[in-house]
Nanobody, 118 residues
């Protein structure tokens, strides 16, 4: 099992920045991908930024150049730094980990609200 706890959301003005944190615990050695997804009201959950195998990173087109995902293995923590925030970035942001223990399983955090005011 993997447990994920997010923090760092809040209300920010357009053009501002914030950093989200996700602390993983449990079977963290089994994680092969970890990252951030978001879901706005009425929309499907979408991937924002993901780190695969500790090295390869992918970003949604909508955040490229504005977001940076990073991982601190010593702290079992993954971060999402987002700059130049836009109102359309408003969503609940979820930390996701994909792990292989007996089978491949998706683990989700509880989510953290990010609201960008115009």
């Amino acid at each position: 099992q993997v447990q994920l706890v997010e923090s760092g959301g809040g209300l920010v003005q357009a053009g501002g920045s914030l950093r989200l944190s996700c602390v993983a615990s449990g079977s963290t050695d089994s994680i092969f991908a970890i990252g951030w997804y978001r879901q706005a009201p009425g929309n499907q959950r979408e991937a924002v930024a993901v780190i695969y195998n500790g090295r390869t990173t992918t970003y949604a087109d909508s955040v490229k150049g504005r977001a940076t995902i990073s991982r601190d293995n010593a702290k079992n923590t993954v971060y999402l730094q987002m700059n130049s925030l836009k109102p359309e970035d408003t969503a609940v942001y979820y930390c996701n980990a994909k792990a292989i223990i007996s089978t491949m399983t998706n683990y989700w955090g509880q989510g953290t609200q990010v609201t960008v005011s115009s």
